[in-house]
């Protein structure tokens, strides 16, 4: 007999979860907290409505953040250098993301 679901799932009373009322900035700090990679998205019943992941997180951080002091400068992308993100910029970009919603923002089931 192979493993079942139940074998290799974290146990409903270890998993985090989140709503999608939740802002994006508490699911970063969920996921920093706990290290997971994703978040499974849940209503007020505990029902299933999606899942918001590490990736989608970056995603939502990091395209703004690479034009963070760049708006009239055109930089190639051959130039790392449009990557740099001050701890001040994060916490900025952070900040901004307390009005974005986790259901606004699930991850797409393709790229999980």
Do not use: W
Request: glycine share 6%; aromatic share 6%; proline share 6%.
């Amino acid at each position: 007999m192979g493993l079942t679901c139940f074998d290799v799932m974290v146990s409903p009373e270890v998993q985090n979860t989140i709503h999608p009322d939740e802002s994006v900035a508490k699911a970063f700090n969920v996921i920093k907290r706990s290290r997971a990679r994703f978040l499974p998205v849940v209503d007020e019943n505990g029902k299933y409505v999606g899942v918001f992941t590490a990736p989608t997180l970056l995603k939502l951080i990091l395209p703004k953040a690479a034009l963070i002091g760049l708006e009239h400068t055109r930089v190639p992308l051959s130039s790392l250098g449009f990557m740099s993100l001050s701890l001040e910029d994060f916490h900025a970009r952070l900040k901004q993301l307390q009005s974005e919603k986790v259901g606004d923002n699930l991850s797409n089931p393709d790229n999980i």
